[in-house]
């Protein structure tokens, strides 16, 4: 044998023993991964260093998991509908800020007249929720009452209560003519009047003038109508006395 065989043997012997020494090292240390979980369980902060533990332990991850998932799905459909009511009611506020430019269409305060929809609603609070109730009726009217102006009638929205103003204000020009035509005519009268009035205090005057010349004519008339009777007296006492005297005309 040479003594490169001779080497190699002793190499081989070498690593033999130790490959022998780490086996038996390994199986009298070997971890215990087939016993059965220590009653009381693992001390904490302890990892497994069994199957049996680890499969304990996969198991409650398990139902963790299923829990959590559950849970989780529980909370994601909460979660949409509360987005869904949400959304509902943007859009509901978003429907109602468009009533109040421009009037519920479906809710006329006169049906001649497409322009004359309802603008503004009472509040109607849901006692449930405790919120403002936007939902309607199957002929797109709401529930709250339709808020109502000074005239008795209800609001139109305000594209209509603009164009209504507009009215009121070309309704305004008109009577304010009419307004300053009359002030004319009630000058123009005053002056009439102030002329009649002076025509009348003449006509007065005049008329109490008369009034003093046939009372003194009157009162000459009866004087007149008195003193012709004594003449006619006297005159037939004298002509009774002429016949005594035997003249019988003078």
Known sequence: MTAIGKLMAFLLLAVGLALMTWAVGLYVQRPSWFDPIPEGG????SNPVTFAQLKAETEALNRAAMVASDTWGANLKELEDREKFRNDRLNAYAERNRWARKGNPKDLADPANPKSGKGFYAPFIDSKLNLHDLSRDATGKPKGEAIQGSDGQPLPGIEGLLSSVAGDLKDSEALEAQITLQRQKSKDLGVEVVATQD??????????SVRSELFFLDRFKGNVSETGETVFRRQKQLLNRLKIL???DP
């Open 42 to 45: 693992v001390d904490k902060g």
């Open 199 to 208: 025509q009348l205090n003449r006509m007065n005057v005049i008329r109490d």
């Open 246 to 248: 035997g003249i019988s």
